[in-house]
């Protein structure tokens, strides 16, 4: 009888050995996957946003004469069909090896005199890439120039179309905020407007804040941007438990307004707080 008791219990003990053994093999399992999920995701998005160097990594290149990312021209892009003005993206490629720096740079590998082809008349008001500069072509008259005069880092050039005007906006990361080795949009993006007419290039940011996305308000040139708030100062805004803040972009004056009245403001957080009813 006792043998019988034994053996019972014995069963009993392996079944819920065996079942914690299980559980603990099943949470193994799902974390392992979660972690594996985590890196493809991670390296996928490496791969499609790689950034550019920070000047602490090109200081060390330049030292040994020797460079790790080319610049690449993307198509042209029409934009003002009647003026014949394109724009062409610079976008950039991280070599596989370094480099020795040319004297002369690329232009030496392709000595080519390409022209525009009369026939290219396509045109989009938004492209999406990996770019580093834009370049303004003016067909009519040849001339060219670059948008900007600093290392920068975006993925999107807007182009808006106005009755006088047309405006090319570009969110754009110009310091490696985050301190992750290249300068890339998960640093703090400022916003860059450009007249076409007026040939002028404007900046919109607050320091130590993120432009989160803007639009423009209705029949007007003036925007309504959001900044996302840096809380925990990590240098980047994470959109899932960090607040965003809401100012006017005057087009004309080129200040940023408030939009919500101060009092509000406070009342709206006070309420949500419960230090008011």
Do not use: C, W
């Amino acid at each position: 009888m006792k043998i019988e008791r034994i053996k019972n219990y014995n069963q009993k003990l392996l079944a819920v050995l065996g079942t914690i053994a299980i559980l603990f093999a099943l949470i193994g399992l799902i974390a392992f996957s979660l972690f594996i999920i985590d890196e493809i995701s991670r390296n996928s998005f490496d791969d499609t946003n790689t950034g550019i160097l920070t000047n602490e990594k090109i200081e060390e290149l330049q030292k040994e004469n020797k460079r790790e990312q080319v610049i690449s021209y993307e198509n042209p892009k029409l934009i003002d069909t009647i003026n014949s003005i394109y724009i062409i993206p610079i976008s950039h490629k991280t070599l596989n090896e370094k480099e020795d720096i040319n004297v002369n740079g690329l232009l030496d590998m392709y000595s080519g005199s390409g022209k525009l082809s009369k026939s290219d008349h396509r045109y989009s008001n938004r492209f999406y890439g990996e770019f580093n500069n834009v370049i303004i072509y003016d067909q009519n008259s040849d001339i060219n120039k670059k948008l900007f005069n600093k290392r920068v880092n975006f993925d999107k050039i807007d182009a808006e179309y106005f009755s006088d005007d047309i405006l090319i906006l570009i969110k754009v990361a110009e310091k490696d905020t985050h301190k992750d080795g290249v300068i890339n949009l998960i640093d703090y993006n400022s916003l860059y407007v450009y007249s076409i007419n007026k040939n002028k290039l404007s900046k919109i940011g607050i320091d130590e804040m993120d432009v989160y996305n803007y639009k423009f308000l209705n029949n007007s040139k003036s925007l309504i941007i959001r900044f996302g708030v840096d809380k925990n100062k990590n240098g980047k805004y994470e959109d899932y438990n960090e607040p965003t803040i809401i100012k006017k972009y005057d087009y004309k004056t080129g200040e940023l307004i408030d939009i919500v009245d101060k009092e509000i403001d406070s009342g709206l957080q006070k309420m949500l707080e419960g230090t008011i009813q």
